[in-house]
C-alpha cells in the first residue's frame, strides 16, 4: 500500500515512516504542508497521515484540497488535538479517522488496516480466491489453510493483485504502490517479485493464478 | 449555637424592644398609680377639710354634730374618727363599733395619709387632719376669752377613712392595660420588625447565598449590587474584581493546560512509537543504539518543554529568587555570543556586537542571560541563513536598550506580537529542529515582569525582526 505521512515532528516522522516501511508499505513522508500537498499532486497515495498544525500549509486545508479535488486517498487525521470539536471538524472536512497523539504503533497499524478495506470496498479483513485466503489484519496469506512464507514486498504484491483481480496492473502501478518516490525505479524487480511468488503458490499446490499479459503487465484470475 | 444576621437582628432588637416596653410600662404605672393616688388622697382631705367646720368647742366639750351636713366630697361609706387630746375619741362612725383607727402625731393644721387594714380584711385608705375646732354657740354665759382659749388648747384629729379597694382596683385595671398594650406593641413591633429585617436582609441573604453556592467551575458568575445595602458595596466590587481575576487565572491554566497537553504530546507520540518500531524486529546493537539515541533526543525536548513551563509557572508565582548584582553588560552578551558560534556557523549566519564597553546594569544576571539567550536563540533558528545577527546596547539618561535583531523572520508586525503568547511558534509548527519549545518569548515576558524591564517586540519595513529590553529608571 502506497502512504504518505505529513507530520511535522521529525522523530514521529521518521518513526513511523520506517515502522510502514518495515512491513512492507511504501512510504513518502514530510513535515511541510506545502510539500505535502505536492505529493498527492503527484503521486497516488492509498492512505493519507495527516498532521493539522503544519508548517508551509496546514492539514485542514490539505484535506479540504483533496477532497475538493476528488481524490480517493483515505485520510487519517494524527494530531494533539483531542476535543469533540476538533474532531467532528476533521471528520467533517472529509477525514476517514482521527488518532489522537499519543497512539500505539499497532492501533496506528490497525487503523491503516480499516482504511486500506474501505478503499478497496471490502466488509472483511480476508481475501479469498480459490483456495488462496489472504488475511490483511494479520498480513497473512494461505493456499489450501497452509500459510505461504512470503516477504512483505511479495505479501502486498498478491494482496494488490488479489484486490484488482482481473484487471491488468501494469509494472509502474505495481511499483507506485510498492515503493515511495525515492526509491529508485526498476521494472526488473517487479518481474523478480512476480515470479518469486508463483515459485511460492506453485510449492503450495496452486496452479498458476499470475498470468503475464505481453506488453501490459500481470493480471490474477481465479474464482472468488 | 450559631445564629444568621436576620435571627440576630431578631433577637436583639425584639429584647431591645422587650426592655423598652417593660421600663417605659414600669414607669407609667408608677405616674399613673401615683396620679390615682394622689388624686383619691386628695378628695379624702377635702372631705375632712369639709367636716372641720362641724366640729366645735362648746362648754368644753368637743361637738361634732354631722346632722345637718350635706355628704359631698365624702362618701356615706366613709368612716370618720374625731380624737381629741389623751387620744379621747370623740366621734367614731357606727360601722367602727368599738375599734379605734390608729391616729398618727400631728401638729395643728397638718395632715397625714395611712393605710389601715381592718380585721375583716378591709383596706381602708385614712387621712388624718389635725386642727384646733373654732368655738361653737353657748347656751349658758361664759366669758368668751375663756372659751376661746379652751377652743384653742384643744387639737382634735378628724381621720377619714375610705376603702380602698376601688382605688387598687383602678389601679391594677391600668396595669393590665398596661401590660395588655405593651403585648400588642411588642407582636406589632415584632412583626413589623420581621417585615422590615426581611426586606432589608433579603438582598443580603442572595448574595450570601450565591456565594455559598458559587461553583468555581463557573468562574464567568458576577454578583448584582442592586438592591444591596451601600455597606455590601465594595465587598461585591471586591468580589467580583477577584471572580474576574480567578476567571482569567483559570482560564490561563485552562490555556496553559490545554497547550502543554497538546505540546507534550507530540513528542510523547514520537518516543512511543520509535520504541515501538524499534521492537517490530529483531536489530543489530548499531540500530538499537541509533534507536536509543533518537529517544534520548526526544526527551531533551519533552525536558525543554517541561523546563520552561516549570520556571514560567515560578515567575508567574513570584517563586523566582531574584539577586540582583551589577555587572557590566557587553562580556555577558559576548559571552553569550560565542555559546550560539556553532550554530550560526551551520547556517552561514554571524553575530555582530554592536554594545557599548561602559555599559552596566544592576539587575539579576542569571535570569536577565536566560532572556538574551532564548532571543539569540530564536534569531539564529529561525533567522535566514547566510544572515547577520546584531546584538546592540546603549545606555542613556532615559534607561539601558539591549536589542537583538535579524533578518528573514517572515512576520508581519502583528504575527510578531502574536509571539508573546505561550506555545506559539513563528512557523505554527514544530519543524525547526533544536528543541524550540513556543515558550521562549512567554519566558522572556515573565523574566521582564520580575526584573522590571520590557522587552519591545517590532519587525521593520527592511524587514528586520527586532526585539529589545528597555530598562528605565
Known amino acids: ?224 | 449555637m450559631t445564629l444568621s444576621l436576620r435571627q440576630k437582628m431578631i433577637l436583639r432588637v425584639g429584647l431591645a424592644v422587650i426592655l423598652i416596653l417593660v421600663i417605659s410600662g414600669i414607669i407609667l404605672n408608677l405616674f399613673v398609680s401615683s396620679d390615682i393616688q394622689k388624686g383619691f388622697d386628695a378628695r379624702l382631705l377635702d372631705g375632712a377639710r369639709l367636716l372641720e367646720s362641724e366640729v366645735v368647742v362648746k362648754c368644753d366639750s368637743v361637738v361634732f354634730d354631722l346632722t345637718e351636713f350635706h355628704l359631698g366630697s365624702v362618701a356615706d361609706k366613709d368612716l370618720i374618727q374625731l380624737t381629741g387630746p389623751g387620744k379621747v375619741i370623740h366621734f367614731r362612725s357606727p360601722e367602727l363599733q368599738e375599734m379605734t383607727l390608729p391616729v398618727p402625731a400631728l401638729s395643728a393644721g397638718n395632715w397625714a395619709f395611712t393605710n389601715v387594714h381592718l380585721d375583716d380584711g378591709v383596706h381602708l385608705r385614712c387621712v388624718h387632719l389635725a386642727f384646733h375646732p373654732h368655738l361653737g354657740d353657748s347656751d349658758e354665759e361664759e366669758d368668751d376669752t375663756i372659751s376661746s382659749a379652751r377652743a384653742q388648747d384643744t387639737l382634735v384629729i378628724l381621720t377619714i377613712g375610705r376603702n380602698a379597694h376601688f382605688l387598687e382596683q383602678s389601679i391594677v385595671r391600668i396595669r393590665v392595660i398596661l401590660i395588655a398594650v405593651a403585648v400588642v406593641t411588642f407582636i406589632v413591633l415584632i412583626l413589623a420588625l420581621l417585615a422590615v429585617i426581611g426586606a432589608t436582609l433579603g438582598p443580603v441573604e442572595d448574595l450570601a447565598q450565591g456565594i455559598a453556592g458559587f461553583d468555581p467551575g463557573h468562574s464567568g458568575k458576577r454578583f448584582a449590587i442592586r438592591g444591596l445595602p451601600r455597606e455590601f458595596y465594595p465587598v461585591v466590587d471586591r468580589l467580583n474584581d477577584l471572580l474576574l481575576r480567578l476567571q482569567a487565572t483559570l482560564d490561563r491554566e485552562k490555556t496553559f493546560s490545554a497547550d502543554f497537553s497538546h505540546e507534550i504530546r507530540t513528542p510523547l507520540a514520537g518516543l512511543q512509537s520509535t520504541l515501538e518500531v524499534g521492537l517490530l524486529k529483531p536489530r543489530t546493537p548499531r540500530e538499537y543504539e541509533m534507536i536509543l539515541q533518537e529517544c534520548l533526543g526526544i526527551s531533551g525536548s519533552m525536558q525543554s518543554i517541561t523546563q520552561a513551563m516549570l520556571t514560567l509557572k515560578r515567575l508567574e508565582y513570584g517563586a523566582t529568587t531574584v539577586e540582583k548584582t551589577t555587572f557590566p553588560v557587553r562580556g555577558m552578551i559576548e559571552d553569550l555570543a560565542a555559546e550560539f558560534t556553532a550554530p550560526a556557523r551551520q547556517k552561514a549566519m554571524s553575530i555582530q556586537l554592536e554594545v557599548e564597553s561602559d555599559m552596566v546594569l544592576h539587575t539579576d544576571r542569571k535570569l536577565f542571560e536566560l532572556a538574551v539567550r532564548n532571543i539569540i536563540d530564536n534569531a539564529i533558528s529561525h533567522g535566514e541563513a547566510g544572515s547577520t545577527v546584531t546584538i546592540s546596547g546603549t545606555q542613556t539618561a532615559t534607561g539601558v536598550y539591549i536589542e537583538v535583531a535579524n533578518p528573514g523572520c517572515g512576520l508581519s508586525r502583528d504575527e510578531a506580537q502574536d509571539l508573546r503568547a505561550r506555545f506559539r511558534r513563528g512557523d505554527k509548527s514544530r519543524a525547526v529542529e533544536g528543541g524550540h519549545t513556543g515558550l521562549g518569548l512567554a519566558l522572556v515576558d515573565g523574566i521582564g515582569k520580575v526584573l522590571d524591564f520590557s522587552v519591545v517586540i517590532d519587525v521593520d519595513a527592511a524587514g528586520y525582526y527586532r526585539i529589545r529590553f528597555e530598562f528605565k529608571p
Open chain 1, 1 to 224: 500500500m502506497r502512504i504518505l505521512i505529513i507530520e511535522d515532528y521529525p522523530p514521529l516522522r521518521n518513526s513511523l515512516a520506517k515502522g510502514l516501511r518495515e512491513i512492507g508499505h511504501a512510504v513518502d513522508a514530510t513535515g511541510d504542508g506545502e510539500e505535502g500537498k505536492w505529493f498527492l499532486e503527484e503521486f497516488d497515495f492509498d492512505i493519507l497521515v495527516l498532521d493539522l498544525m503544519l508548517p508551509g500549509m496546514d492539514g485542514l486545508s490539505i484535506l479540504k484540497w483533496l477532497r475538493r479535488a476528488k481524490r480517493p486517498t483515505r485520510v487519517l487525521i494524527l494530531t494533539a488535538k483531542d476535543t469533540v470539536e476538533d474532531k467532528v471538524r476533521g471528520l467533517d472536512l472529509g477525514a476517514d479517522d482521527y488518532l489522537v497523539k499519543p497512539f500505539a504503533f499497532a492501533e496506528l497499524l490497525a487503523r491503516i488496516n480499516v482504511l486500506a478495506r474501505r478503499q478497496n470496498a471490502l466488509d472483511e479483513p480476508t481475501l479469498q480466491l480459490g483456495e488462496l485466503n489472504i488475511d490483511t489484519s494479520n498480513r497473512l496469506a494461505r493456499w489450501a489453510g497452509n500459510p505461504l512464507a512470503l516477504t512483505p514486498k511479495e505479501y502486498y504484491l498478491l494482496e494488490l493483485l488479489v484486490r484488482r483481480r482481473g484487471r491488468i496492473l501494469s509494472r509502474d502501478q505495481i511499483w507506485n504502490s510498492l515503493y515511495d518516490a525515492n526509491a529508485e525505479s526498476n521494472s526488473n524487480v517487479i518481474d523478480v517479485f512476480i515470479r518469486s511468488l508463483r515459485r511460492k503458490l506453485e510449492m503450495a499446490g496452486a496452479p498458476p493464478l499470475i498470468k503475464t499479459r505481453r506488453g501490459f503487465g500481470y493480471t490474477i484470475e481465479g474464482p472468488s
